[in-house]
């Protein structure tokens, strides 16, 4: 089963706003063992969405769009759609009933450009909008779906989980089923990784099939799996989990998709550990991955963001001399700063970083992209220095991950 995905938005076009949305949708409805055969951006223009309609109909049997069904003048989505189907405006009571209901949990009050919200196309069907005013829309012609979605990443993502997913494999049952393993991986780069797993790969049954997925010093593995026989997938899948097991060792930190910090504070957990961080170049970034997670309250003291030379100094107990020795991204001083941490917030592990994210401040000694980063868990402490490519915000993330994985680990080895 093949689907299009139509974006719709002119501030998509100008780059005010990133697209996440088709992104979100292929991973959410791949799950179904269905294709992406196409996505498409397009203006809040009433030709361009029906061209981009008339094209993907063309190639696939439901087209998935979001975007310009908010209350504004700009939003035409929704009469363009009306006259493609056909129909008429009109003015819907649930809907109108959901949008009062969804206003009034805001704490604001209803306008009227809100309150026609409740106009939607005769030709559709309406799929309410449980965390929006937005409705959703089903169009239905010649066996062939159109879905249209709000726009809000929030709403789209909710609305899609709850009904649009469960109600289009409903509508397009084909007896596959579908399953996904993931491994994460790390400490090993993409190609070496491929030349490690060739035999493997080609060992696979044609029912299985391997993608790799890196990210930021990270390897995701993805087995796909799809058989008529529910049974039988779930022991090709086991089975080759157990070989990628046998074959990467520790390589692989965990079996699922996880994100690192959760993997982290899950070994903090196991242990018993609390832990900070220290960050200079990283600006709170290892801080704001890990309490992203829920409960990291439970081993997540708190964080010191270190910025100024001052601050390792008179917070942190680097001393000025190691500083005007070594200079501030060295390893003597990151050392430092994961002792400083630990013994300021009393936890008993930390991560530490300093460096020079750029554009600006490299030296020929300490080019841009260099980061020296140190991990500390009970006595024990390790540090290692890295020049990340790229620019800033690269340089920032790859620190951030590769200064977590300094410290899980450690945790490991002890």
């Known amino acids: 089963m093949k689907y299009s ?27 179904l063992g269905w294709e992406a055969s196409s996505v498409k951006v397009v203006a809040d223009d009433a030709g361009e969405i029906k ?14 769009m979001t975007g310009g069904l908010g209350p504004t003048k700009d939003d035409i989505t929704k009469a363009t759609l009306c006259e493609y189907f056909g129909g008429e405006m009109i003015y819907d009571e649930v809907t109108a009933q959901n949008v009062l209901e969804v206003v009034n949990r ?8 809100t309150r026609m919200q409740a106009m939607v196309p005769s030709s559709c069907r309406v799929i309410q909008n449980e965390v929006g005013t937005a409705p959703i829309m089903w169009f239905e012609r010649d066996g062939k779906v159109a879905v249209s979605m709000p726009g809000v990443p929030h709403e789209m993502r909710t609305m899609m989980q709850r009904e649009v997913i469960p109600q289009l494999s409903r509508r397009f049952p084909d007896g596959m089923h579908v ?31 391997l993608a790799y997925l890196p990210n930021e010093g990270i390897i995701r ?28 060792g520790n390589l692989i930190m965990c079996d699922g998709d996880v994100p690192l910090a959760a993997i982290l504070g899950n070994e903090l957990r196991k242990q018993g550990l609390t832990m900070a961080s220290a960050e200079s170049c990283t600006g709170g970034n290892i801080a704001h991955e890990i309490t992203r997670i829920a409960g990291s309250s439970e081993y997540f003291t708190g964080s010191v963001t270190c910025y100024d030379t001052k ?26 700063m994961v002792q400083g941490v630990c013994d300021l917030l009393g936890c ?33 402490v390790v540090s290692q220095v890295k020049r990340f490519p790229g620019d800033r915000d690269r340089v920032i993330n790859r620190a951030t991950t590769e200064a977590m994985l300094l410290l899980l680990n450690l945790l490991q080895e002890e």
Not at 12 to 31: C, F, H, K, M
Not at 350 to 367: F, K, L, N, Q, Y
Request: charged share 20%; glycine share 8%; aromatic share 4%.
């Open 311 to 336: 601050v390792k100094i008179n917070q942190l107990g680097v001393p000025q001399d190691v500083v005007d020795e070594y200079t501030v991204v060295s390893q003597p001083v990151v050392e430092q």
């Open 51 to 64: 061209l981009a309609m008339d094209q993907a109909f063309a190639v696939t049997d439901v087209v998935l």
């Open 179 to 209: 399953e996904h393993r993931t491994l994460m991986v790390s400490g090993i780069i993409e190609s070496a990784l491929a030349m490690r797993l060739d035999d493997f790969e080609n060992s696979l049954p044609e029912s299985l099939h």
């Open 348 to 380: 008993d592990c930390s991560i530490a970083t300093s460096g020079v994210a750029g554009p600006g401040g490299g030296t020929e000694e300490t080019p841009v992209g260099t980061v020296w980063m140190a991990a500390k868990a009970g006595n024990r």
């Open 221 to 248: 593995l993805r087995l796909d799996g799809r058989h008529s026989d529910a049974v039988v997938l779930k022991n090709q899948l086991d089975k080759a989990v157990a070989q990628l097991h046998a074959l990467l």
């Open 5 to 31: 995905v139509i974006v719709i938005g002119d501030e998509l076009l100008i780059g005010q706003v990133t697209d996440t949305n088709s992104g979100w949708i292929a991973r959410e409805v791949s799950p």
């Open 106 to 113: 805001r704490g604001i009050k209803l306008n009227e450009y």
